[in-house]
């Protein structure tokens, strides 16, 4: 079983930063990769910054520069650095992540989402 919580989000003026964080907690599962994703009002949920086990990232053209993905193996952590926030970037920011169980099976498993809101 794998189970995330998000959190951090909250209101920030353009130009500001915010750092999220997701707590994994995991029973006979292995999580290997660990993303955020996130979905503006009346869009569809896009993809933000990935970080694999050896620590490989990902990230979209729209946060390259700006924002910083990471993980805390020993407390089951991933982070997003959020820096000169738009306010394009406002939007619910969602943890994603991959796990294997004893069984060898993969699944993915999503958190309940973070508002994040930045103003002009």
């Known amino acids: 079983q794998v189970q995330l919580v998000e959190s951090g989000g909250g209101l920030v003026q353009a130009g500001g930063s915010l750092r999220l964080s997701c707590a994994a907690s995991?029973?006979?599962?292995?999580?290997?990769?660990m993303g955020w994703y996130r979905q503006p009002p009346g869009k569809q949920r896009e993809l933000v910054a990935t970080?694999?086990?050896?620590?490989?990232?990902y990230y979209a053209d729209s946060v390259k520069g700006r924002f910083t993905i990471s993980r805390d193996n020993a407390k089951n952590t991933v982070y997003l650095q959020m820096n000169s926030l738009k306010p394009e970037d406002t939007a619910v920011y969602y943890c994603?992540?991959?796990?294997?169980?004893?069984?060898?099976?993969?699944?993915?498993?999503w958190g309940q989402g973070t508002q994040v809101t930045v103003s002009s």
């Open positions: 994603n992540a991959a796990a294997t169980g004893s069984s060898g099976r993969v699944s993915t498993y």
């Open positions: 995991v029973s006979s599962f292995s999580i290997s990769a």
């Open positions: 970080i694999n086990s050896v620590y490989s990232t």
